[in-house]
């Protein structure tokens, strides 16, 4: 089985820039969730999309969003960048279901750097 | 808001067994708790879950107390390859998944 894609691995905008970040959960997953990775703050939790509604949200502004397709594909937008937003922003896929279980895959990430 | 609490960094040798704990206050009553690995340039691994007492699967045990305003990952007879850095995962009340600062384990030789 596959696991999880994202696309770009790299990526270097300019401030007031916007990007659009893509993953590809692993086949047959509904859950893909976006986590922000920064030396200073470690791992925070963006969101999670399940069957293409967001189900849960940390606390980012709203210049941070998301969407996922029918097909559990997601793709996470930041709007505006600042120099602060440099990061690494995984990916993780997990069946979603109900049981509150947080087994969840991650992809290698995606490394943004904003000038 | 809740906070989850682990130390910076851990260092032992080779063949002995570690413990990192973990303090998640004011998590949600019936989620669990999980753990996972990251080595440099990977995603997060996922290593092991619990909701309460212990658990046990072929790399780790995670121990919950009774109260689960912690939980310990004991990693067994470390080697070389188990030098990353280890962050647990609760969901905290209000619905927010909270990572922990992540502890870097170093094994020596």
């Known amino acids: 089985k596959a696991g999880v894609t994202q696309t770009p691995r790299y990526l270097i905008k300019t401030r007031g820039q916007q990007v659009t970040l893509s993953c590809s959960p692993i086949?047959?997953?509904?859950?893909v969730s976006w986590y922000q990775q920064t030396p200073g703050q470690g791992l925070q939790f963006l969101f999670e999309y399940f069957s293409e509604t967001q189900r849960n949200k940390g606390n980012f502004p709203g210049r941070f969003s998301g969407r996922q397709f029918s097909n559990s594909r997601s793709e996470m937008n930041v709007s505006t960048l600042e120099l602060g937003d440099s990061a690494l922003y995984l990916c993780?896929?997990?069946?979603?279901?109900?049981?509150?279980?947080?087994?969840?895959?991650f992809g290698p990430g995606t490394r943004l750097t904003v000038t | 808001l809740a906070k989850t609490t682990q130390p910076i960094s851990m260092d032992s040798y080779e063949g002995q067994e570690v413990n990192i704990t973990c303090s998640h206050n004011?998590?949600?009553?019936?989620?669990?708790i999980t753990w996972y690995q990251q080595f440099p340039s990977q995603g997060p691994r996922f290593i092991i879950q619990?909701?309460?007492t212990k658990v046990t699967n072929e790399v780790a045990s995670l121990f919950i107390p009774a109260d689960r305003k912690s939980s310990t990952l004991s990693l067994p007879r470390v080697s070389l390859s188990d030098t990353a850095v280890y962050y647990c995962?609760?969901?905290?009340?209000?619905?927010?998944?909270?990572f922990g600062g992540g502890t870097r384990v170093l094994v020596k030789p």
């Open positions: 004011n998590i949600a009553t019936n989620d669990y």
């Open positions: 993780a896929s997990s069946s979603g279901n109900r049981g509150q279980t947080y087994e969840q895959y």
């Open positions: 995962l609760a969901l905290a009340a209000g619905n927010k998944l909270t």
């Open positions: 619990g909701y309460k």
């Open positions: 086949s047959g997953h509904r859950s």
